[in-house]
């Protein structure tokens, strides 16, 4: 019962003298939503082909819902639905022909076709546009069929190869509620994205992906936890003041970066709120007119830097 | 557009995939209804389908009718069988922009992930193809009659040439097929190129003979001569049992061939 529904190791794969998966681990619990994050060229897609049963691993394992993705594809491919990089729709069928085919071709019950097609063109808010042919359709239009085609035969796995890539900010925070609530039902979700703000809002688990391998894996905040604490941003209502700030005895201050035009102070803290009170205490004693202070979070931005900055280091050192 | 799409109150029901492991029949039928649909859609394919080869038809019985004489009757009995294959092929070879096509939009990808009989995608085309090639061709047959062609098939002989015009065209979208699955979409546009120049170097057109020497071993041996030949013999009456045989295992084999093919590409290549 606790066995991962997806099991990832030791995977590997090139393509001519190209390693793309350098030895890749990974385990998704069901229903949680696991990002797989990494640049373009980091081995994502290839990740995902292997998962998927349509590229076969040179080395490793890879199983999902109990069965090897090598050795029994069949099985791997009833458990599972595939959302790809493209809205993979027929441009040329409506929206519910297109429903309709997937159903057929998940082998639906003929009677219960056209019943799960309305269901879904309902759900996911297309009952309107189901008699218009799909290339009449939104971007977000059609990432919203996208989806619901790969629901058709309600798999328990799906793979979301960067499903919001290009779409607008309005659809895009709209199809994570919909990948949310699917995870809520209990199916199991593996994303790729190169978008730290979709991995850090949605995922449940985020893995980086660099250069073949998984560099780092957490929680988001516990991503964030790895590059450093927290930091703290006082900003200035005058040069002067900023200036006269710069000697104070604050612990962490004489790390501080000057920003010059936003007359602010940015600098790294263990302990934000006692920094911030030591700040306003001394700006008081010298009449230094301070205009906001506030903590600042680290970014999943600042993880993927760090993270990709010491890859490339060693990578560096390596070729040396 | 403000939506919410709520999760279903209660656990959906598991409509699921039913037990059976196989229907590839029923795949095959999905496959070939998607790609019907797309046919009949699509103008650009309307026109390649049926008013090209009406067009070209047009062109051999009244451009070139007024010039040559075929051998031993008007030259619009002679070259009907000929017109008929290059169109037949020609038609065939949208099949090659349609599956690399669908190869580019990641759909053969999406089909690959399902639990479905393997090859069904490039069945559903070639099927469609069938289809489509035969109401070409009637129509095809139609303007011909209509312009002063004069068949002396009898029924038989229709029958025949229905049956030997649907292996030719399964071996040619099988071609075209494979081809779709290795070209871009641009490369995939001239597989129909192909359809459209071989049969040239053929019996099709103008009798070998006439040819400069050093065409004829081509022209006499290449598979398109028996092809056309087969459907001449057919459509005058006369079938030729010899040459329909050496038809018959060309385009058996280049089917055979191309199925092979087509199955180990459409297994090993993914989205490009």
Redesign the interface.
């Known amino acids: 019962m606790n066995d991962p529904m997806i099991d990832v190791r030791g995977l590997r794969k090139s393509y001519g003298r190209t390693d793309v998966l350098r030895g890749v681990d990974l385990a998704v619990r069901r229903g949680e939503i696991f990002a797989l994050l990494g640049p373009n060229g980091a081995g994502k897609t290839t990740a995902v082909n292997i998962l998927t049963t349509l590229v076969r691993p040179d080395a490793g394992t890879a199983t999902i819902a109990g069965a090897d993705v090598v050795r029994d594809p069949a099985a791997v491919r009833r458990a599972i639905a595939l959302t790809g990089q493209y809205a993979s729709v027929d441009e040329f069928l409506t929206g519910e022909e297109n429903l309709v085919m997937m159903a057929d071709l998940a082998h639906l019950p003929r009677r219960t076709v056209r019943h799960r097609a309305h269901e879904l063109l309902e759900r996911f808010d297309l009952t309107g546009a189901a008699r218009r042919r799909v290339s009449t359709y939104s971007g977000g239009m059609r990432r919203r069929l996208d989806l619901a085609i790969s629901l058709v035969a309600d798999p328990r796995v799906l793979v979301l190869d960067e499903p919001t890539t290009g779409l607008d900010p309005a659809s895009r925070s709209q199809l994570w509620d919909v990948v949310r609530s699917l995870a809520a039902d209990g199916t199991t979700i593996l994303l790729t994205t190169q978008y730290l703000e979709e991995a850090d809002r949605l995922a449940d688990t985020i893995a980086v992906l660099a250069e073949g391998r998984i560099a780092a894996r957490g929680t988001a905040s516990e991503l964030k936890a790895l590059v450093a604490g927290d930091h703290v941003r006082v900003s200035f209502q005058d040069a002067a003041s900023l200036d006269g700030a710069r000697a104070l005895a604050v612990a962490g201050l004489d790390q501080a970066e000057t920003d010059d035009k936003a007359l602010a102070l940015t600098f790294p803290s263990t302990e934000p709120v006692r920094a911030i009170r030591d700040v306003l205490e001394h700006a008081e004693t010298r009449g230094l007119a301070v205009a906001a202070v506030s903590v600042v979070k680290p970014t999943l931005d600042d993880v993927f830097l760090a993270l990709t900055r010491t890859d490339t280091r060693s990578a560096e050192e390596a070729q040396r | ?8 109150a209660t ?2 029901a ?5 037990g ?2 196989g ?1 590839p029949l ?2 095959v039928a ?1 496959m070939t ?2 790609e019907a ?2 046919s009949l ?2 103008v650009d394919s309307l026109i390649n389908a049926f008013a090209l080869p009406v067009l070209i038809m047009s062109v051999f019985v009244v451009i070139f009718g007024g010039a040559i004489s075929g051998p031993g009757g008007g030259y619009i009995d002679y070259v009907v069988p000929g017109v008929l294959v290059m169109c037949l092929g020609m038609n065939s070879g949208s099949a090659a922009v349609a599956v690399a096509q669908d190869m580019t ?3 053969i ?8 009989f393997s090859s069904s995608a490039l069945w559903g085309h070639v099927f469609a193809s069938v289809v489509r090639n035969l109401a070409s061709a009637a129509l095809v047959v139609l303007v011909a009659v209509a312009y002063g062609f004069r068949p002396g098939a009898a029924l038989g002989d229709w029958l025949g040439f229905a049956a030997f015009a649907v292996l030719a065209v399964l071996t040619f979208t099988w071609i075209s097929v494979t081809l779709g699955l290795v070209l871009s979409v641009e490369a995939s546009m001239s597989v129909n190129m192909i359809f459209l120049f071989v049969p040239y170097l053929s019996s099709g057109f103008v009798a070998v003979e006439t040819m400069p020497a050093w065409l004829h071993g081509f022209a006499e041996h290449q598979p398109f001569t028996p092809v056309i030949e087969s459907v001449r013999g057919l459509l005058a009456g006369a079938p030729d049992a010899g040459t329909i045989l050496t038809a018959c295992a060309w385009l058996g084999g280049l089917l055979l061939a191309s199925v092979l093919a087509g199955g180990v590409l459409y297994r090993r290549r ?2 490009r």
Do not use: E, H, N, V
């Not at chain 2, 557009?1 to 709520?6: C, H």
């Not at chain 2, 598991?14 to 039913?18: A, F, K, L, N, S």
């Open positions: 557009m403000t939506t919410t799409l709520p999760a279903p656990a959906p598991r409509p699921g995939p039913t059976r492991r229907a029923r795949d999905t209804r998607r649909r797309r859609r699509s939009s990641g759909t990808d999406r089909f690959k992930t399902l639990p479905i993914t989205a």
